[in-house]
Protein backbone atom coordinates (compact mmCIF):
# COMPACT_ATOMS: atom_id res chain seq x y z
CA UNK A 1 0.00 0.00 0.00
CA UNK A 2 1.28 3.40 -1.22
CA UNK A 3 1.33 5.41 2.11
CA UNK A 4 3.39 8.36 3.38
CA UNK A 5 3.97 10.22 6.96
CA UNK A 6 5.03 13.16 7.30
CA UNK A 7 6.13 14.49 11.16
CA UNK A 8 5.87 17.01 12.89
CA UNK A 9 2.10 17.62 11.65
CA UNK A 10 2.53 20.79 13.39
CA UNK A 11 5.84 23.10 14.67
CA UNK A 12 6.23 26.17 15.81
CA UNK A 13 9.41 27.60 15.90
CA UNK A 14 11.18 30.96 16.63
CA UNK A 15 12.98 32.86 14.16
CA UNK A 16 16.09 32.39 13.40
CA UNK A 17 15.82 28.34 14.22
CA UNK A 18 17.12 25.56 12.41
CA UNK A 19 13.66 23.36 11.46
CA UNK A 20 13.78 19.83 10.17
CA UNK A 21 10.18 18.18 8.73
CA UNK A 22 10.69 14.77 8.22
CA UNK A 23 9.19 12.26 5.46
CA UNK A 24 8.74 8.60 5.66
CA UNK A 25 7.02 6.33 3.31
CA UNK A 26 6.17 2.88 2.64
CA UNK A 27 7.23 1.31 -0.65
CA UNK A 28 10.07 1.95 -3.55
CA UNK A 29 9.69 5.46 -4.92
CA UNK A 30 11.23 6.76 -8.47
CA UNK A 31 11.61 10.79 -7.16
CA UNK A 32 10.17 12.85 -4.60
CA UNK A 33 8.35 16.32 -4.24
CA UNK A 34 8.75 18.58 -1.45
CA UNK A 35 6.07 21.48 -1.82
CA UNK A 36 5.27 25.10 -0.08
CA UNK A 37 1.63 25.56 0.32
CA UNK A 38 0.85 29.28 1.47
CA UNK A 39 -2.12 30.50 3.94
CA UNK A 40 -3.70 31.68 1.03
CA UNK A 41 -3.37 28.12 -0.91
CA UNK A 42 -0.42 29.09 -3.70
CA UNK A 43 1.34 25.72 -3.78
CA UNK A 44 4.94 26.49 -4.61
CA UNK A 45 7.30 23.69 -5.87
CA UNK A 46 10.51 23.59 -3.39
CA UNK A 47 12.27 20.73 -4.96
CA UNK A 48 12.13 17.28 -6.81
CA UNK A 49 14.91 14.62 -6.13
CA UNK A 50 15.68 10.77 -6.26
CA UNK A 51 18.95 10.56 -4.61
CA UNK A 52 21.27 12.49 -2.86
CA UNK A 53 20.65 16.32 -1.63
CA UNK A 54 19.37 19.15 -2.92
CA UNK A 55 20.27 23.11 -1.97
CA UNK A 56 18.41 26.24 -2.64
CA UNK A 57 19.28 29.41 -0.71
CA UNK A 58 18.17 28.37 2.93
CA UNK A 59 16.32 24.91 1.97
CA UNK A 60 18.50 21.55 1.62
CA UNK A 61 16.22 18.33 0.92
CA UNK A 62 18.21 14.92 1.25
CA UNK A 63 16.57 11.44 0.83
CA UNK A 64 17.95 7.89 1.40
CA UNK A 65 16.26 5.47 -0.81
CA UNK A 66 16.78 2.87 1.28
CA UNK A 67 15.58 3.91 4.37
CA UNK A 68 12.38 5.43 2.64
CA UNK A 69 13.12 8.57 4.42
CA UNK A 70 13.76 12.34 3.25
CA UNK A 71 14.14 15.32 5.15
CA UNK A 72 13.46 19.20 4.27
CA UNK A 73 15.86 21.08 6.20
CA UNK A 74 15.21 25.13 6.86
CA UNK A 75 18.15 27.23 8.52
CA UNK A 76 17.86 30.30 9.60
CA UNK A 77 13.78 30.21 9.93
CA UNK A 78 11.73 33.28 9.06
CA UNK A 79 8.04 34.46 9.81
CA UNK A 80 7.61 34.44 5.87
CA UNK A 81 8.73 30.73 5.93
CA UNK A 82 5.43 29.88 7.49
CA UNK A 83 3.26 27.40 5.76
CA UNK A 84 2.03 24.45 4.68
CA UNK A 85 5.15 21.64 3.79
CA UNK A 86 4.17 18.90 1.75
CA UNK A 87 5.77 15.90 0.84
CA UNK A 88 5.31 13.72 -2.26
CA UNK A 89 6.56 10.39 -3.40
CA UNK A 90 5.90 9.27 -6.70
CA UNK A 91 5.23 5.48 -6.14
CA UNK A 92 5.24 3.07 -9.44
CA UNK A 93 3.39 4.62 -12.13
CA UNK A 94 3.65 8.26 -12.85
CA UNK A 95 1.58 10.05 -10.51
CA UNK A 96 2.75 11.72 -6.87
CA UNK A 97 1.02 10.85 -3.83
CA UNK A 98 0.36 13.91 -1.05
CA UNK A 99 0.51 13.52 2.53
CA UNK A 100 -1.69 16.60 4.09
CA UNK A 101 1.74 17.85 4.97
CA UNK A 102 3.22 19.70 8.09
CA UNK A 103 2.01 23.05 9.26
CA UNK A 104 5.22 25.53 10.39
CA UNK A 105 4.44 28.72 12.35
CA UNK A 106 7.46 30.89 12.13
CA UNK A 107 7.09 33.70 15.26
CA UNK A 108 8.85 36.58 15.37
CA UNK B 1 8.13 33.35 -18.93
CA UNK B 2 4.63 33.42 -16.98
CA UNK B 3 3.50 31.09 -14.86
CA UNK B 4 0.63 27.94 -14.75
CA UNK B 5 -2.64 30.25 -15.25
CA UNK B 6 -5.81 29.21 -13.76
CA UNK B 7 -9.26 30.63 -14.42
CA UNK B 8 -11.48 31.63 -12.96
CA UNK B 9 -9.76 31.72 -9.39
CA UNK B 10 -13.22 31.47 -7.38
CA UNK B 11 -16.32 29.94 -8.68
CA UNK B 12 -19.73 30.07 -7.15
CA UNK B 13 -22.20 27.30 -9.35
CA UNK B 14 -25.56 26.22 -7.56
CA UNK B 15 -25.92 22.81 -7.45
CA UNK B 16 -26.84 20.97 -11.26
CA UNK B 17 -25.53 23.41 -13.13
CA UNK B 18 -21.64 22.82 -14.78
CA UNK B 19 -18.57 24.03 -13.37
CA UNK B 20 -15.87 24.80 -16.35
CA UNK B 21 -12.25 25.16 -15.10
CA UNK B 22 -9.37 26.26 -17.25
CA UNK B 23 -5.29 25.52 -16.92
CA UNK B 24 -2.90 27.28 -19.24
CA UNK B 25 0.42 25.51 -18.36
CA UNK B 26 3.45 27.67 -18.78
CA UNK B 27 4.97 27.96 -21.78
CA UNK B 28 6.74 25.02 -23.44
CA UNK B 29 4.77 22.90 -21.16
CA UNK B 30 2.71 19.85 -22.52
CA UNK B 31 2.48 17.85 -19.71
CA UNK B 32 -0.88 18.71 -17.61
CA UNK B 33 -2.05 17.50 -14.01
CA UNK B 34 -5.10 18.29 -12.48
CA UNK B 35 -5.13 17.60 -8.44
CA UNK B 36 -8.21 18.42 -5.96
CA UNK B 37 -7.98 19.83 -2.53
CA UNK B 38 -11.04 19.15 0.08
CA UNK B 39 -11.55 21.16 3.06
CA UNK B 40 -8.43 20.16 5.43
CA UNK B 41 -7.38 17.47 3.30
CA UNK B 42 -4.43 16.82 0.55
CA UNK B 43 -4.12 17.18 -2.73
CA UNK B 44 -5.79 14.00 -4.75
CA UNK B 45 -4.70 13.25 -7.94
CA UNK B 46 -7.27 13.46 -10.63
CA UNK B 47 -5.86 13.40 -14.19
CA UNK B 48 -2.40 13.75 -16.53
CA UNK B 49 -3.05 14.63 -20.25
CA UNK B 50 -1.03 15.86 -23.02
CA UNK B 51 -2.17 18.00 -25.71
CA UNK B 52 -4.83 15.86 -27.38
CA UNK B 53 -4.32 12.55 -25.16
CA UNK B 54 -5.49 11.70 -21.43
CA UNK B 55 -2.90 9.66 -20.64
CA UNK B 56 -4.30 8.75 -17.14
CA UNK B 57 -7.37 9.33 -15.55
CA UNK B 58 -7.14 6.85 -12.73
CA UNK B 59 -8.36 9.75 -10.34
CA UNK B 60 -11.15 11.15 -11.70
CA UNK B 61 -14.69 10.19 -10.79
CA UNK B 62 -16.42 8.33 -13.13
CA UNK B 63 -19.20 10.16 -13.60
CA UNK B 64 -20.02 14.11 -14.20
CA UNK B 65 -16.38 14.41 -14.42
CA UNK B 66 -14.14 14.82 -17.66
CA UNK B 67 -11.02 16.80 -18.75
CA UNK B 68 -9.63 17.66 -22.57
CA UNK B 69 -6.65 19.48 -23.57
CA UNK B 70 -6.41 20.42 -26.95
CA UNK B 71 -3.89 20.64 -29.27
CA UNK B 72 -4.90 24.55 -29.44
CA UNK B 73 -5.85 26.75 -26.05
CA UNK B 74 -6.09 25.81 -22.30
CA UNK B 75 -7.49 22.63 -20.62
CA UNK B 76 -10.18 22.35 -19.28
CA UNK B 77 -11.47 20.41 -16.22
CA UNK B 78 -15.25 20.29 -16.66
CA UNK B 79 -17.81 19.18 -14.41
CA UNK B 80 -21.52 18.80 -14.73
CA UNK B 81 -24.36 18.81 -12.41
CA UNK B 82 -22.40 19.73 -9.57
CA UNK B 83 -23.11 18.29 -6.11
CA UNK B 84 -22.23 20.40 -2.66
CA UNK B 85 -19.58 17.33 -2.46
CA UNK B 86 -17.46 19.32 -5.02
CA UNK B 87 -16.43 21.67 -3.26
CA UNK B 88 -12.94 22.07 -3.42
CA UNK B 89 -9.68 23.85 -4.56
CA UNK B 90 -8.61 22.73 -7.83
CA UNK B 91 -5.04 22.76 -8.72
CA UNK B 92 -3.75 21.98 -12.43
CA UNK B 93 0.31 21.62 -12.95
CA UNK B 94 2.25 21.50 -15.66
CA UNK B 95 6.31 20.06 -16.65
CA UNK B 96 7.76 19.94 -19.44
CA UNK B 97 8.26 16.43 -19.70
CA UNK B 98 6.96 13.55 -18.06
CA UNK B 99 8.07 12.27 -14.69
CA UNK B 100 9.21 16.18 -14.11
CA UNK B 101 8.69 18.50 -11.66
CA UNK B 102 5.55 20.16 -11.70
CA UNK B 103 4.61 23.49 -11.67
CA UNK B 104 1.44 24.71 -9.90
CA UNK B 105 -1.42 27.22 -10.72
CA UNK B 106 -3.07 29.18 -8.02
CA UNK B 107 -6.40 27.08 -7.79
CA UNK B 108 -9.61 27.48 -8.67
CA UNK B 109 -11.64 27.33 -5.48
CA UNK B 110 -15.15 26.15 -6.67
CA UNK B 111 -18.26 26.71 -4.08
CA UNK B 112 -21.40 24.99 -4.85
CA UNK B 113 -24.48 26.14 -3.14
Known amino acids: KNEVEQSPQNLTAQEGEFITINCSYS?????LHWLQQHPGGGIVSLFM???GKKKHGRLIATINIQEKHSSLHITASHPRDSAVYIC??????????FGTGTSLTVIP | NAGVMQNPRHLVRRRGQEARLRCSPM?????VYWYRQLPEEGLKFMVY????????ESGMPKERFSAEFPKEGPSILRIQQVVRGDSAAYFC???????????FGPGTRLTVT
Open chain 2, 93 to 103: ASSPYDRNEQY
Open chain 1, 27 to 31: VGISA
Open chain 1, 49 to 51: LSS
Open chain 1, 88 to 97: APRFTGNQFY
Open chain 2, 27 to 31: KGHSH
Open chain 2, 49 to 56: LQKENIID
